[in-house]
């Protein structure tokens, strides 16, 4: 049972990884409370679930252009000191945040413009983190380092929404940011504790580098060297090919609220329990993940994990299908249980699959190329489900919810298998010899 476990080797052996992993854990809590508190405060002031929408857009937008040069950015200059700034930044966004709340300034186009800032900054500090766990850790260990850092993000996104909205509820929204800037300490000093972390066969004050080595200016040739270096490396690059087909196709977040008002019952409770079952099963994949993380022909546990995130998602849908648009007044027990495991597998198989493409970006790309294809890897994170969500949506407006995810679920299935058969090399990718 012990090897069952998740691995936590990498919190013995290295007390820069143990730390940063633990103040990321923290400060995530407080930035699921945040999400969840701003949506609330928009929807107070409005009363519109448009408005609560365009938060997302406001998050997207910048996320998407920054992320490239954040990436750059971490290619070029210490990515401690890349880390730290915009962890500055993002800690003073979330004081305006509580600032507006406390003096209840009640401006929507402030909350929209601090949530851009925000996702600006993000967009540079997370490919910077990300880039300097393979210099805390050996490439071995990078699995295990990974499935720790999902499963305490699992924990937060479960944990952190229902304790945003319990202080929104008992306390007001100026106490659930607040709570947010105290818990996000913790990722601050785990950063400023971090050594130095520039470029590899660079020094600490060598300035900004072009991956030849030569003092240069970040641009847009530093972003495209990036990104043509990508579509040379077949492996890296099916890496994102893959979870771009399953998250385009097959992301049923957007399928939820309709699935308890029209197809379970149970309305905004049964949501909620799909949503938690969804994050319960990425947890248990973390909790579970210590044989996982021993495994070297990682390429195929990928491909095996979106093949069962795939077939999870079309057995969602054909519970829907199977009780059909009744609109029901209570809960019908069953297919909520069926629907719930059914997406607890998908939410499982997704972590499993987020672990292994996330460590072979890390051990197979060169590190003077590491922020830049993590900033990539960042884009495609954040914008693949949103495209899903227009996807599964058109579809659903088509022909209905039910087979909305069938239909999803069986189309990734087949483009999944598609991607496999014309790039053999990823399937045979062996973690003792990463290649890119």
Known sequence: MRHLLADTTPLKVSADYRRLW??????????????????????AMTGSTLAVGLLGLFSLVPLVVLGLYGGALVDHYDRRKVSLLSSLVLWAVVAGIAAQAWFEVESV??????????SAAFAINNPARS?????????????AANALMTLSWNVALTGGPLIGALLVSQLGYAWAYTLDMVLFLAALWAVFRLPPVPPEGTEPDAGAL???GRVGVVGLRSVLDGLRYLATQPNVRTTFLVDVCAMVLSFPRVLWPAAGVIYLGGGETTTGLLAAAFAAGGILAGVFS?????????????????????????????????????????????????AGVALALAGGSDSVSSVFRQSILQTATPDHMRGRLQGVFIVVVAGGPRLG??????????????????????????????????TPRFWRYDARHPEP
């Open 389 to 422: 969500e227009m996807v599964l949506g058109a579809e659903a407006t088509w022909f209905g919810e039910g087979w909305a995810a069938v239909v999803g679920g069986l189309t990734c299935l087949a483009l999944l298998w598609l991607i496999v058969r014309l």
């Open 131 to 143: 880039a300097i766990i393979p210099r805390l850790l050996p490439k071995e260990l990078m699995p």
């Open 109 to 118: 186009h402030l909350l929209y413009g601090l949530v851009a800032v925000q």
């Open 22 to 43: 633990f103040g990321l854990s923290v400060s995530n809590i407080g930035t699921q409370v945040t999400i969840v508190a701003v949506g609330l405060q928009i929807y």
């Open 290 to 338: 210590g044989g996982l993380t021993r495994i070297r022909k990682q390429g195929q546990v990928i491909i095996w994990a979106i093949t069962a995130w795939a077939v999870s998602i079309a057995a969602f849908g054909l519970v829907l299908v199977l009780v059909g648009r009744g609109s029901p007044d209570g809960p019908i027990v069953w297919a909520v249980v069926a």
């Open 210 to 212: 072009n991956p030849k």
